[in-house]
DNA sequence: TATTGTTATACTCTATAACTATA
DNA sequence: TATAGTTATAGAGTATAACAATA
């Protein structure tokens, strides 16, 4: 593949759009290979390294707090988690992920890096290294 | 930024997740200033190139049938669709998107590609010829 | 008063199962 | 019988508004 001619920006913008489709995919494969949401996958990965309050969670998934309670309180029903009260502020709980929690988490993230890493069977180890860089400069933007 | 060093793999896949967290939000963003879904969205993405049947709909987006019975209705009422009997087959219908349907999608599919243009705004015009080149790479595996 | 969180309500999205109509 | 599509039903996910408890 040559880099002589110019990039089109639209088709950059296309092949984006169309791996946030394929990675999605990904995604929501692993999600229903353990029976829960993507949504509840992502929470479940903070929990992996955050006790977050439910204000915190809202702010990190970019969801209304209201939202938050109805997630929360299905995960709690599975088992996955569980709501704590917060030491320092008797208004605030900490969310905490059960070993169950914890174990669905782990596995499904090996899987993931499995499966995603796979997708990129194609590259070599120096376009890795160089798609690794220009990403983390898209992300660092 | 070097070339250097090993890539690590979960780095990697961790920045190719984030990436892909990064356009969903700007997808969602742009469908939300049009008060629509995201699933919405898509579905106009398809009609802008298809007159597709429900049965089609349904193997492009993924869905159950009885799903995209229920997107097309709600869109139909909103007059960004509509249903039209198949001239082949007296059970099929063919979906066609309205002109104030076509309207949103340009929109839309313009800032898109504006917002989604914009997150490379740190690279230069040969790191995107790269990135178009191993994403395209990747897409084709 | 402000903040943390829940609850009531309403809507979208989704799948399963049962159905109608046409092929 | 098989296929295209709808409808009934149930449940998850989401936001808004109103609320309770604590700071």
Redesign the interface.
């Known amino acids: ?1 040559t ?1 002589i ?9 296309d ?6 489709f ?4 990904v ?1 929501q494969r692993v999600a229903a290979a353990h029976d829960v949401s993507m949504i509840q996958l992502r929470l479940l990965g903070i929990l992996r390294d955050h006790e977050p309050g439910m204000r915190e969670l809202a702010r990190y998934l ?1 969801l209304d707090k209201s939202s938050v309670s109805g997630l929360v309180d299905r995960a709690e029903q599975r088992g996955l988690m569980r709501r704590e009260p917060s030491p320092d502020d008797g208004r605030a709980l900490r969310v905490v992920a059960t070993p169950l929690g914890r174990e669905l988490i782990e596995a499904g993230a090996a899987e ?2 499995r499966e ?2 796979g ?5 070599s ?17």
Chains 1, 2 share one sequence.
């Open positions: 593949m880099d001619l110019p990039a089109d920006d639209r088709a950059l913008v092949a984006l759009v169309q791996l946030t394929a990675i999605q995919a995604l970019n993931i890096e995603v890493f997708l990129t069977a194609g590259l180890e120096a376009d890795r290294r160089q798609l690794l860089t220009l990403i983390v400069r898209i992300l660092a933007g």
